[in-house]
C-alpha cells in the first residue's frame, strides 16, 4: 500500500492518544489511592506507551517512504513541540476536578477513572475495526492492543460503578468528572479529512461511525452505577488539530525534559 500524508498522520493521532494518556496515567506511580491501584494504573500506562511505540515505529517507516527521512519513536515523543502532537484534548486534561483552584490541587481518582473509562470503551471498538485494516501492520497492532484495551474498560468500569454506587461523596465526585469530561468527547466524534480518507482507503474507521456503539456502553454502565448522563453540549475542543489546553505545554515539558537537556543520551 502506497503510505500518505493522511495515513501517517492518522497513525500519529493514535500513538499521541496512547502516550499522552500513559504519561497521565504514570502520574499517580507513587501516588495512588491504594498500593493495588497504584500499580493498576503503572500497568495501564506501560500498556498505552507499548501501543504508543509500536505506532511510532509504524510511523517512522511510513514516513521514511514518504520524504526519505529516518525517524525513530523517541523523535515523535521527545523531539516534537506541542503544535505538532495530534491527540485529543481528552487524553491531556490533569487529573484534578473542574472545582479545584490551581494544577497543583489534589488529583481526583474519579477524574482518573472517568477519562480512562470514556477512553477504554472508544478504544475497545476502533482497535476492533482495525483488526481488518488494508493496513497489514496496523491490523496486528490493534489485535495486539485490543486485549488490553479491554482490561482497561474492565478497570475503569468496575471502578466506576463503585463510585457511583458507593458514598454520597464518591457518587457526586463521579458525577463531576463526568460533567466535566464529556464535554471533551466531542472532539473525538467529529470526523474530519484525514478520518475519511483513511477510511475511505479501508485503512481505518471514523470514529462517529463508533458513537452509537461506545454511547449503548456509557448508557448501560451509568446506569449500573446510578449516574445521570450530562448532556455534551455544543462545545469541541481542538487538540488533534494541534490546538491544546494549557496543560498541554507543562504535560511536555516533564515528559521531554530529560530527553531534550541531553540529546542522544542512552542507558
Known amino acids: ?57 509504524h ?90 484495551a479491554h482490561y482497561h474498560l474492565h478497570h475503569a468500569r468496575d471502578w466506576l460503578i463503585r463510585f457511583g454506587d458507593g458514598t454520597a461523596e464518591s457518587h457526586q465526585r463521579a458525577q463531576a468528572a463526568l460533567a466535566y469530561l464529556v464535554p471533551y468527547t466531542n472532539e473525538i466524534f467529529a470526523s474530519d479529512e484525514i478520518e475519511m480518507a483513511v477510511a475511505d482507503r479501508g485503512i481505518a ?5 463508533l458513537k452509537d456503539a461506545w454511547q449503548a456502553v456509557v448508557n448501560e454502565t451509568l446506569e449500573q452505577a446510578t449516574l445521570e448522563a450530562p448532556a455534551a453540549g455544543g462545545f469541541i475542543s481542538t487538540g488533534k488539530f494541534g490546538v491544546h489546553s494549557e496543560h498541554m505545554s507543562y504535560l511536555l515539558a516533564e515528559m521531554q525534559g530529560l530527553a531534550r537537556l541531553h540529546p542522544g543520551a542512552t542507558w
Open 1 to 57: 500500500m502506497k503510505p500518505t500524508q493522511e495515513h501517517l498522520s492518522y497513525l500519529l493521532r493514535l500513538a499521541d492518544n496512547a502516550l499522552i494518556l500513559g504519561q497521565r496515567n504514570a502520574e499517580w506511580c507513587g501516588h495512588g489511592p491504594v498500593l493495588e491501584e497504584d500499580i493498576a494504573l503503572s500497568n495501564i500506562s506501560l500498556d498505552l506507551i507499548g501501543q504508543a511505540r509500536l505506532l511510532y515505529t
Open 59 to 148: 510511523a517512522a517507516a511510513l514516513e521514511g517512504e514518504l520524504t526519505g527521512k529516518a525517524k525513530t519513536e523517541d523523535d515523535y515523543a521527545y523531539l516534537r513541540d506541542e503544535p505538532a502532537f495530534r491527540n485529543w484534548t481528552l487524553v491531556e486534561l490533569p487529573h484534578f476536578g473542574p472545582t479545584a483552584g490551581s494544577s497543583a490541587a489534589d488529583r481526583d481518582y474519579a477524574v482518573t477513572i472517568v477519562r480512562n473509562f470514556l477512553y477504554s470503551a472508544l478504544m475497545v471498538e476502533l482497535w476492533q475495526a482495525l483488526t481488518v485494516s488494508a493496513d497489514a501492520e496496523l491490523a496486528a497492532i490493534a489485535a495486539k492492543s485490543i486485549k488490553e
Open 205 to 209: 474507521v471514523t470514529t462517529e461511525s
